[in-house]
């Protein structure tokens, strides 16, 4: 069964910095893509990031630029994303998902959330 369970979530400064975790389990990275969604208040959900461990993508959402690094760690199935330059405009929930193969628009498993909140 594919698991996703995120932590690192909080309330930081703008200009400040984050690193969520999303400990994987289930799979291995090698077999599937995983990456980050986000949700604010009243809009839609959005891709922040995926990583493809077994074509060696990754990709970010436009509105990243340069702040945000997604890595994997295989020994330990996690998957990270490093933020930094927090705006407040970042403040959502954020969301592990999971695909099988690739980097995708569509993905069948999500973890739970995590509430990142940047106040100005």
């Known amino acids: 069964e594919v698991q996703l369970v995120e932590s690192g979530g909080g309330l930081v400064q703008a200009g400040g910095s984050l690193r969520l975790s999303c400990a994987a389990s289930g799979f291995t990275f090698v077999d599937y893509a995983v990456g980050w969604f986000r949700q604010a208040p009243g809009k839609e959900r959005e891709g922040v990031s995926c990583?493809?461990?077994?074509?060696?993508?990754?990709v970010y959402g436009d509105f990243v630029k340069g702040r945000f690094t997604i890595s994997i760690d295989n020994a330990k199935n996690m998957v990270y994303l490093q933020m930094n330059s927090l705006k407040p405009e970042d403040t959502a929930v954020y969301y592990c998902?999971?695909?099988?193969?690739?980097?995708?628009?569509?993905?069948?498993?999500w973890g739970q959330g995590t509430q990142v909140t940047v106040s100005s």
């Open positions: 990583i493809s461990d077994s074509d060696g993508t990754i």
């Open positions: 998902v999971a695909e099988a193969a690739y980097c995708s628009d569509q993905y069948n498993y």
